[in-house]
């Protein structure tokens, strides 16, 4: 689409009508694994809570996202749409496509490993993990991170890093939003504002959180009690799924691109 067709489908020549689009956009991205989830499960830790520490693993990773959105939209100002259709010759490559389709069969038989699905398979990772001495260690790990407990800031920083590495790829609207930035926003630096606009209301679901255990702690505690039993139970299920499911996604696309389905 040209700038006047996406100025027109947005409804408006004015900021306001980006704005509502790239904050959609943003809340789409705010419920996943890095922006929600892993915020969920630090700020359900037992005993007080250290509000500054998961502050800091979110501004981590909202520092990270905006520091590519920023490199990305230079790259787009300067390049354009030779930029793009490089990418597109990129993602069309054979030999990127069969890796892709490698890395996703990988991730879809680790998945199984993470979850079995017999029962002699599930006997066989819980004794596993005992000899392995999984068993508690995510729970020790956020103990040290976020509780009362010294250590563990570093781990915490490098786990906002991880988390933003693994899903970068996959947040499709983030990628959709920096291209109406460039395409349809103000210039440089107004442009960076919108940037900045947009990985705040990613983040803001996981800050309400953070702030409901810690306003309204006596009023969600059970809540959060019954809810961090049932994540224990089916952390390792969740997890699976989660990497099942990526893997199935990567493999269908590098299938589709090598023209199978």
Same mark, same amino acid.
């Given at each position: 689409m040209t700038e006047i067709d996406v100025a027109a489908a947005l409804g408006g020549d004015g900021p306001a009508p980006l704005l509502g689009v790239l904050a959609v956009l943003a809340l789409l991205d705010s419920t996943s694994f890095g922006t929600l989830l892993i915020p969920l499960w630090?700020?359900?830790?037992?005993? *007080?809570?250290?509000?500054?520490?998961?502050?800091?693993?979110?501004?981590?990773?909202?520092?990270?996202?905006?520091?590519?959105?920023?490199?990305?939209?230079?790259?787009?100002?300067?390049?354009?749409?030779?930029?793009? *259709?490089?990418?597109?010759?990129?993602?069309?490559?054979?030999?990127?496509?069969?890796?892709?389709?490698?890395v996703g069969a990988g991730l879809l038989a680790y998945s199984f490993r993470l979850d079995p699905m017999t029962a002699s398979g599930k006997e066989a990772k819980r004794r596993r993990d005992e000899r392995r001495g999984n068993a508690g260690r995510m729970t020790r790990f956020r103990q *040290?991170?976020?509780?009362?407990?010294?250590?563990?800031?570093?781990?915490?920083?490098?786990?906002?890093?991880?988390?933003?590495?693994?899903?970068?790829?996959?947040?499709?609207?983030?990628?959709?939003?920096?291209?109406?930035?460039?395409?349809?926003?103000?210039?440089?630096?107004?442009?960076?504002?919108?940037?900045?606009?947009?990985?705040?209301?990613?983040?803001?679901?996981?800050?309400?959180?953070?702030?409901? *255990?810690?306003?309204?702690?006596r009023v969600v505690d059970a809540p959060l009690r019954r809810l961090e039993a049932w994540l224990s139970r089916h952390a390792g299920a969740t997890i699976g799924w989660v990497v099942g499911i990526l893997g199935v996604l990567l493999g269908l696309n590098a299938l589709s691109g090598l023209g199978v389905t």
């Open positions: 630090l700020a359900l830790a037992p005993g *007080r809570l250290r509000a500054g520490r998961i502050a800091a693993y979110l501004a981590v990773v909202g520092g990270a996202y905006a520091a590519v959105g920023v490199v990305l939209l230079g790259a787009l100002s300067l390049f354009g749409d030779g930029l793009v *259709r490089a990418v597109e010759r990129a993602g069309e490559s054979s030999p990127l496509l069969v890796g892709q389709l490698a *040290r991170a976020v509780g009362d407990g010294p250590g563990g800031f570093g781990p915490l920083l490098g786990l906002a890093f991880i988390a933003v590495g693994l899903e970068l790829p996959t947040l499709l609207p983030y990628l959709a939003g920096i291209g109406l930035v460039a395409g349809t926003g103000p210039a440089w630096p107004g442009s960076i504002v919108l940037i900045l606009f947009y990985c705040a209301v990613m983040l803001l679901p996981a800050v309400l959180v953070v702030l409901g *255990r810690l306003v309204a702690h």
